[in-house]
């Protein structure tokens, strides 16, 4: 019996920028932006990304959900290499790994119903009807803890707390297997913040989702994820479980990062 | 050399006026360092705001700020802005935003100096560079000619500084100086703005929403929340005995670095969401989303009790909280 592949596998990921030129006959200067970063993610287990402005970490995101091709290296989702996949071929893939995005303002389309945006994913995937997806976004929306009768209003009338529901609501509609959380409750006030990470912990439980959430908040991390990787210049210096790892930090960058937190104590 | 008292704003919205800051009242001392805590819309920021003479148009304020005697409500923009960036001076959240992106920073920093104290420009220029050296950039000199794209968010955030610093304020209003920044600079920033206010005797206005930025920054706090200060005293006596249910709630929502929930168990949050200004109860600005709300608490505005030491809770059962 062979042992079933993780959910997510990460290999060996390089990525370049090229910036604008400098000089007209020098090549573009380049930024290398992660170098060498591998990780897998086993289903039902959640990995962090801890790192500060510049780590890559977002970078890292936006390749593990297939929107940048990286320079090398590979990710496979259920087997699958991501970006070896035909676009018809993504697209279908897609149902399977979602994404939450910070900014739950700038995130939801302000012209359009609630309803129609928590089914956006579903209509990109082509098979439902509109009928089925108008249901499977209320249904989405309940599992976020919102009312049908939300479904039918726009994101305006909604609180920053309520509007990162909806986003959730929207990356929770195909059922998939793996969200990806880019900072997402960070726009967030703090006792908003505590009930959307109570919502994401439930979430998981109740589906069995795994997440990669990408943060610089080392305390949400910590409360989210089994599992932590620091991300510096571009490569993972340091991974383990929260409790190692922000206990004793072992590489000194994640010893800064771990110092830096204000403690909650005079 | 700072007293606020019974101040009031009010801010026109899509339904009328509405009193976002009710009657808040604080001093503060030459030399002292005071911080403001709460959530979005709770008031703080206005407040600041109120004190520079920098309200949005059309917001109204009543009451009384007096800044070394003198009572900054009602005077003109003209000696508001002799008081600006001159005695009081303030640093924002976004660098970026107060940093105008056409000018080399040493002459945005000599700017303060050549208006309020009418140096000529290249002894404003010499100036801003001691103090550009000062804050930590380094080689000043040579980068006072740079602009502010050509630095580091931290870099921006210790330029604004230095101009807030260039005239010697005294009394120094930083409006969540490094939320937008890094922790790790987050760390060096406050630590700047605590060396400058010990070595320049200025007094500390610090707004942040981060109980920790709070803990470790200022020796006193108020709590924010619904345009009241709902919870007030020295810092380390507030965070030994928090008395009011809205400070406790927001301490406990906070998920701590260290010390993890165990399997199935949840952050205890506070119920509810913050209503609208318009919507707020009569009565306590927490009645409702408080667990210990009785009748009462809807309709009477809890007046201040003073437990000890300066610590002061607005709540009408802080008993029910010892």
Same mark, same amino acid.
Not at chain 1, 144 to 165: A, C, I, M, N, W
Not at chain 1, 172 to 188: F, G, H, K, W
Not at chain 1, 230 to 243: C, N, W
């Given at each position: ?40 993610? =086993? &289903?039902? /287990?959640?990995?962090?990304? !801890?790192?500060?402005?510049?780590? #890559?970490?977002?970078?890292?995101? %936006?390749? @593990? ?26 697209? =279908? &893939?897609? /149902?399977?790994?979602?994404? !939450?995005?910070?900014?739950?303002? #700038?995130?939801?389309?302000?012209? %359009?119903? @609630? ?26 929306? =309940? ?124 | ?322």
């Amino acid at each position: 019996m062979t042992a079933a592949p993780p959910l997510l596998e990460v290999r060996d990921i390089h990525h370049a920028y090229r910036l604008p030129r400098e000089r007209l006959f020098a090549p573009p200067p380049l930024v290398q932006a992660l170098s060498g970063v591998g990780f897998e993610i =086993a &289903a039902g /287990r959640s990995l962090g990304i !801890v790192g500060e402005s510049g780590s #890559g970490k977002s970078t890292l995101a %936006r390749i @593990v959900m297939a929107l940048d091709t990286p320079t090398a290296g590979s990710v496979r989702l259920l087997g699958q290499d991501l970006h070896a996949l035909a676009p018809g071929a993504l697209r =279908a &893939a897609r /149902r399977d790994f979602q994404m !939450v995005f910070q900014d739950p303002y #700038g995130s939801l389309d302000p012209r %359009r119903t @609630v309803a129609r945006t928590v089914a956006e994913p579903l209509a990109a995937q082509g098979h439902a009807s509109r009928a089925e997806q108008h249901e499977r976004a209320l249904e989405a929306l =309940a599992e976020v803890g919102l009312r049908p009768t939300d479904g039918s209003k726009y994101p305006h009338e909604f609180s920053g707390g309520q509007r990162q529901r909806i986003a959730i609501a929207r990356a929770l509609v195909t059922r998939p297997r793996l969200i990806v959380a880019d900072e997402p409750v960070s726009a967030l006030d703090v006792s908003v913040q505590a009930q959307v990470l109570n919502l994401l912990q439930d979430l998981r439980e109740r589906l069995g989702l795994s997440y990669l959430l990408i943060s610089h908040d080392l305390a949400v991390v910590q409360h989210l994820c089994d599992e932590v990787a620091v991300l510096h210049q571009g490569r993972i210096v340091e991974r383990g479980t929260p409790a190692a790892l922000f206990g004793h930090a072992q590489h000194p960058y994640t010893r800064a990062l771990v110092d830096a937190v204000p403690a909650m104590v005079v | 050399m700072l007293e606020v008292s019974d101040l009031h704003i009010h801010l026109p919205t899509r339904r009328g006026m509405a009193e976002a800051v009710r009657g808040v009242d604080f001093t503060l001392a030459r030399g002292g360092t005071l911080g403001l805590i709460g959530e979005s819309g709770c008031g703080k920021s206005l407040t600041a705001l109120a004190l520079m003479g920098l309200l949005p148009e059309g917001a109204r304020a009543t009451g009384s700020i007096r800044f070394e005697g003198q009572e900054l409500l009602g005077q003109s923009d003209r000696a508001l802005q002799r008081l600006r960036g001159n005695r009081i001076a303030m640093v924002f959240q976004e660098p970026m935003t107060a940093l105008n992106p056409v000018h080399p920073i040493g002459h945005q920093v000599a700017e303060p100096l050549r208006l309020h104290r009418s140096l000529g420009a290249a002894e404003a220029l010499r100036a801003a560079v001691a103090l550009l050296d000062r804050v930590g950039i380094p080689d000043a000199a040579r980068r006072a000619r740079d602009y502010p794209h050509q630095f580091s968010g931290g870099q921006r955030q210790r330029i604004t500084i230095a101009m807030a610093l260039a005239c010697g304020p005294d009394l120094l209003v930083a409006d969540e100086p490094t939320t937008a920044l890094d922790a790790t600079v987050q760390r060096q920033i406050l630590r700047l703005i605590q060396e400058l206010v010990a070595e320049r005797g200025m007094a500390l206005l610090l707004i942040s929403h981060d109980l920790g930025v709070i803990a470790q920054n200022v020796g006193r706090m108020l709590v924010m929340y619904g345009g009241s200060v709902v919870e007030s005293g020295p810092t380390a006596e507030v965070f030994s005995a928090m008395r009011h249910p809205y400070t406790r709630g927001l301490f406990a929502a906070r998920p701590r670095l260290g010390q993890p929930l165990g399997p199935g168990q949840r952050l205890p949050t506070i119920a509810g969401t913050v209503p609208e200004l318009a919507d707020l109860p009569a009565g306590c600005p927490f009645a409702g989303r408080c667990a210990w709300t009785q009748q009462r608490c809807h309709t009477e505005r809890p007046e201040a009790t003073v437990l000890h030491d300066g610590h002061e809770v607005r709540c009408l059962r802080p008993e029910a909280m010892a």
